[in-house]
C-alpha cells in the first residue's frame, strides 16, 4: 500500500490518503522489460563501474541478508533487461561485473577453507 500527500484523493478528499497498489518488485515479472532514464547521458562506464565495487555494501545495518555475490547476481539478471545503457559500454561493464562476481566467489570459498 503506498501512501500519498495530496490536495484531493481520488474520492475527492482532501488531505493524507493511501492508495492500494502493490509494491514494486523487480525480480517478480520475469522477462518484463526494466525502464532506465533515457536522458541520463552523465552516467558513464567508469560511473557504473566504480558503483558495482560498493553493490551490497553501501548500508550494512539492512535486515535482509543481501551478499555482495547476490547482489552482483541480481545486478547481472536485471542487466539482460536493461535497454537503456545510456553512455556506457554494456560488454564491458557486464564483463566487469562478471570479474567482480568470480572475485567474490573465490574469496567466500577461500574463506570456507
Not at 492508495?19 to 514494486?24: A, C, D, L, T
Not at 517478480?28 to 565495487?53: A, C, F, H, Q, Y
Not at 539482460?80 to 557486464?94: D, P, T, Y
Request: glycine share 4%; charged share 30%.
Amino acid at each position: 500500500m503506498a501512501l500519498h500527500i495530496s490536495k484531493k484523493s481520488p474520492e475527492g478528499k482532501s488531505g493524507i490518503h493511501t492508495e492500494n497498489k502493490p509494491e514494486h518488485d523487480p525480480l517478480k515479472n520475469e522477462g518484463e522489460i526494466m525502464p532506465t532514464k533515457s536522458n541520463d547521458r552523465n552516467w558513464t562506464t567508469e560511473n557504473e563501474k566504480e558503483w558495482l565495487n560498493n553493490i551490497g555494501q553501501h548500508n550494512k545495518n539492512r535486515r535482509n541478508n543481501l551478499t555482495v555475490s547476490h547482489a552482483l547476481q541480481f545486478y547481472l539478471e536485471a542487466s539482460k533487461k536493461r535497454v537503456n545503457w545510456g553512455s556506457m559500454n554494456k560488454k564491458e561493464v557486464i564483463a566487469y561485473a562478471e570479474s567482480l562476481l568470480a572475485r567474490e566467489l573465490d574469496v567466500t570459498v577461500a574463506k570456507c577453507r
